[in-house]
Structure formats: structure tokens, C-alpha cells
């Protein structure tokens, strides 16, 4: 649902941007001009941060995958860890994985934040920079009180949006990251096949025998000359 609103952001804050520039150059272009000046620089340092963004939620996303698969291990195989006393072990490990999850999630918050910070810091520039071209505007007699006023609000309407435009972003960079781990496990060919020229047997029915049967998984074998048969009806030899 965040990640579908921020995609209506997306495209509703550029009209709405469109929309007060519109409003703003009827009354006076070379304000409207200097209202929007930040403009390039906002562009530039998402395009800049883009991918770096991406690739540090990414980072973020991989080892809470790994801190959640480390928890469920542990969990499932509780006993076995008990047994051999390795809850020392596990512990010192799960506060490893814990540490890096924090560390990639601050590096990833950094570029977030500092993102936001710039669209703010910038749209406050532009403000001020408005209120003085503009106040000397006023003062000279080229623009009433009630257009500087008026000019004011429009600005306000495109200021919100280019404020929202940074988190906007930073929401989408992390949709686009996930979207891409869900790829990857609906895309990925398993890594155990099942074998192409397997035999299917139909409609077997007596003993069960294995004469001198000699087992392994790799060149080296764990079971050599096993002989057992096993009787139709009985489950043990």
C-alpha cells in the first residue's frame, strides 16, 4: 500500500509541480524563474543517490534475510544446539549478524536522510531567495503586495511537493530493491533437478534384494558390499 502511494506521488507531484510554475509565471516570470532555480540541483542529487540507495536497502534486505534464516535455524534446531553446547557460539554469531544488519540499515539511512535534507535545505534557499528579489520587487513598485502574496502561496504549492519528492523516492528505491529479491526466487532455476532420462517403475510387487550393493555420494563410497533382502509384507530384514 506505501509502496502504490508512492507511486502516485511519483506522477501526481510533477503535475502539481507543472500546475504552481503555471500559476507562478502569470504573475512574474523572473520570480517564477528563481522559485524553480533548485530544480537541477534536486535532479542531479537523485540521480546521483539512485542507485546508490538501491544497492545499500539491498544490502540491508540480504542480511535480514540472513539474521531471519540464522533466528529460524536456531529455533528449529534447538535441541541439537543444547546437546553439543553451542549456545555461546550462537549467540556471539547472532550478535555479529545483528551489529551488520544495524550498520548496512544506518548506511542506507544515511543517503535517505541526507536526500530529504538536501530537497529541504533547498527549497528553503529558493524561498528566501524569492522573498528578497521579490520584497525589492515590491519596494520598486514593480509587483503589488497582493500578486507578492499571491506569488507566496504559489510557491507553497510547489514547495510541498518537491519536499515529498525526496521520501517519494527513497520509497520506491526500496519497492524497486524488494521487487528484485521476489524476482530472483520466482526467476532462479532450482539448483536440484529432477533427472531427464529417470525410470519410472509400474506395478512392482515381491522382494526386495541387494547382492554385494556398494554406495556412495561422491568417488568416495559409505557403504561397500551390502547384501540384505527384505520380504514383500515385512518393514524390517
Known amino acids: 500500500v506505501l509502496f502504490r502511494s508512492s507511486l502516485q506521488d511519483l506522477f501526481r507531484l510533477p503535475a502539481m509541480m507543472v500546475f504552481g510554475f503555471g500559476l507562478m509565471v502569470s504573475i512574474d516570470l523572473g520570480l517564477a524563474i528563481i522559485a524553480i532555480a533548485y530544480f537541477p540541483v534536486i535532479a542531479l542529487a537523485i540521480i546521483a543517490l539512485r542507485t546508490r540507495m538501491e544497492s545499500r536497502y539491498r544490502a540491508v534486505q540480504d542480511q535480514f534475510g540472513a539474521l531471519s534464516t540464522r533466528v529460524q535455524e536456531n529455533i528449529s534446531g534447538m535441541r541439537t544446539i543444547k546437546a553439543y553446547v553451542q549456545e555461546d557460539a550462537e549467540i556471539s554469531a547472532f550478535v555479529q549478524a545483528n551489529q551488520e544488519m544495524v550498520r548496512r540499515a ?109 554406495f556412495g555420494y561422491t568417488s568416495e563410497p559409505v557403504l561397500k558390499h551390502v547384501s540384505l533382502k527384505v520380504q514383500i509384507g515385512r518393514a524390517h530384514v
Not at 140 to 147: M, R, S
Not at 196 to 203: A, R
Open 106 to 214: 544506518m548506511s542506507w539511512s544515511r543517503f535517505s536522510a541526507g536526500l530529504i535534507a538536501l530537497t529541504t535545505i533547498a527549497g528553503g534557499v529558493s524561498v528566501a531567495m524569492v522573498l528578497w528579489f521579490g520584497g525589492n520587487k515590491v519596494v520598486a513598485g514593480q509587483l503589488t503586495v497582493g500578486q507578492f502574496v499571491q506569488f507566496i502561496a504559489y510557491l507553497a504549492i510547489l514547495a510541498n511537493p518537491v519536499l515529498s519528492l525526496g521520501w517519494t523516492v527513497s520509497i520506491v528505491q526500496q519497492g524497486i530493491a524488494g521487487w528484485r529479491r521476489v524476482k530472483e526466487v520466482l526467476v532462479d532455476p532450482p539448483l536440484i533437478a529432477d533427472p531427464t532420462d529417470h525410470v519410472v517403475p509400474s506395478g512392482i510387487r515381491g522382494d526386495v534384494e541387494f547382492h554385494d550393493v556398494t
